[in-house]
Antibody, heavy 116, light 108 residues
Framework: QVQLQESGPGLVKPSGTLSLTCAVS?????????WSWVRQPPGKGLEWIGD???????NYNPSLKSRVTISVDEAKSQFSLKLRSVTAADTAVYYC?????????WGQGTLVTVSS | EIVLTQSPATLSLSPGERATLSCRAS??????LAWYQQKPGQAPRLLVS???DRATGIPARFSGSGSGTDFTLTISSLEPEDFAVYYC??????????FGQGTKLEIK
């Protein structure tokens, strides 16, 4: 059973950096899948942030590309998200998900609030 | 960027009724469309991939159709657990993958 689990601070100050990690279990992070981040502001729809392949190949949403870094740690079977210069508009539930194609497995999501 | 427009925004129906949800793409996306169901406090769940292929474990009452720019998710006979928000998502032209704004299916 594939499982994904997000972890990281639930509160980030404006202009700071949001950092989250997704631990993958039940599947190899080296499998033929991409590993994605998707976010959902409270009461709103879904926005794809970007994804990474275990080789390190990355795709980003152009709307966030200048502020986002996604990385992978094969040894720990996890991948990470960093979003810089955050504002209140970045407050959202952040999900990690597997793309294979389409998002077939998701973490439960973690709420990150941007506030001073 | 491909824009997906879902209609209606809210659909009010009773258990046992048939639900028809629509998703329109701003340009042709062939059949590269998925549907997801999201319940409050939960992550989305993949229902249908490539417009019409039900995902593993999804009941047969869920069916998808369409190609090009117009797509439909049909729930043949609503069960109480089907009341949720439904999203469509395309993979034809990326980055970025894009989602529709969602249709809320509520109990009448």
């Amino acid at each position: 059973q594939v499982q994904l689990q997000e972890s990281g601070p639930g509160l980030v100050k404006p202009s700071g950096t949001l950092s989250l990690t997704c631990a993958v279990s039940g599947a190899s992070i080296r499998s033929r899948h991409w590993w994605s981040w998707v976010r959902q502001p409270p009461g709103k729809g879904l926005e794809w942030i970007g994804d990474i392949y275990f080789t390190g190949t990355i795709n980003y949403n152009p709307s966030l590309k200048s502020r986002v870094t996604i990385s992978v740690d094969e040894a720990k079977s996890q991948f990470s998200l960093k979003l810089r210069s955050v504002t209140a508009a970045d407050t959202a539930v952040y999900y990690c998900a597997r793309w294979g194609p389409y998002f077939d497995y998701w973490g439960q999501g973690t709420l990150v609030t941007v506030s001073s | 960027e491909i824009v997906l427009t879902q209609s209606p925004a809210t659909l009010s129906l009773s258990p046992g009724e048939r639900a028809t949800l629509s998703c329109r793409a701003s340009q042709s996306i062939s059949n590269y469309l998925a549907w997801y169901q999201q319940k409050p406090g939960q992550a989305p769940r993949l229902l249908v991939s490539d417009a019409s292929d039900r995902a593993t474990g999804i009941p047969a009452r869920f069916s998808g159709s369409g190609s090009g720019t117009d797509f439909t998710l049909t729930i043949s006979s609503l069960e109480p657990e089907d009341f949720a928000v439904y999203y469509c998502q395309q993979r034809s032209d990326w980055p970025p993958y894009t989602f529709g704004q969602g249709t809320k299916l509520e109990i009448k």
